[in-house]
């Protein structure tokens, strides 16, 4: 009788070490936190200039130019909050990618299909950032797992509800952004107005699956880290 033989795992990559991904999730969440905060500013802004223009597209009330500058400056104003969080919250969720991409060539580099760099580099490339940092992911799951050659799942069901929400949350902001900048009447604009308040909540659910996400990796990290769980070295 013949046995399917055991994967042996590879050795791990010389000059790499372990190095403690807690501080970064910390700050990340801390970040991603601030996102949700500003989502909460535009969702308040949004209601704001739809009550507004709900009155004056009825014709029950007068249009004021105060509270509608007041209105739009509302609207612009928390749009450039939360670009600047989210290119903050981004910087710095990077870093903690790669930090946990670098440890998982520490726990199980037969498992990585990407090179470190591509943790980092992949965000930057044009509609493959929409998958490469996905696979990515999995494979840092993977390796972070107490048995990264065996066939577990765990984690993955959150791995693809937070790229999932991450995906509709991107394609659906670019077209909410388009369709408030391109519209012109006010009866246009209180329809855009919807899709941007729709935009943020899909955001804040991305948001806190990213939180959870990044907790879950770095646990699982620091989890194996104190027990040991290391490939041997060549």
């Known amino acids: 009788m013949t046995h399917a033989p055991v994967p042996v795992p590879a050795a791990s990559a010389p000059g790499r070490a372990l190095r403690s991904p807690i501080g970064l999730s910390y700050a990340v969440t801390a970040l991603l936190g601030v996102v949700v905060l500003v989502d909460l500013l535009i969702v308040a802004a949004s209601l704001n200039m739809r009550s507004f223009l709900s009155g004056v597209t009825s014709g029950t009330a007068d249009f004021d130019e105060d509270a509608a500058n007041r209105a739009d400056y509302a609207m612009a104003g928390s749009s450039g909050l939360y670009v600047a969080a989210v290119v903050a919250a981004g910087t710095l969720f990077i870093v903690w990618f790669h930090r946990v991409r670098q440890n998982a060539e520490v726990f199980a580099p037969g498992t990585q299909r990407r090179t470190p760099g591509w943790a980092i580099g992949a965000w930057f490339i044009p509609i493959a950032n929409m998958w490469i940092p996905r ?74 699956l990213a939180v959870l996400f990044v907790r879950r990796i770095t646990s699982m990290q620091h989890a194996k880290a104190l027990a040991g769980r290391t490939a041997p070295s060549a």
């Open 135 to 208: 696979g990515i992911a999995a494979d840092v799951l993977r390796a972070s797992r107490p048995d990264p050659y065996g066939g577990g799942v765990e984690g993955r069901g959150l791995l693809n509800a937070w790229w999932g929400a991450w995906v509709c949350s991107l394609v659906f902001d670019r077209y909410a952004s388009r369709t408030y900048d391109r519209a012109e009447d006010a009866e246009a604009i209180h329809d855009a107005a919807a899709l941007v308040l729709a935009g943020a909540g899909i955001d804040i659910f991305a948001a806190v």
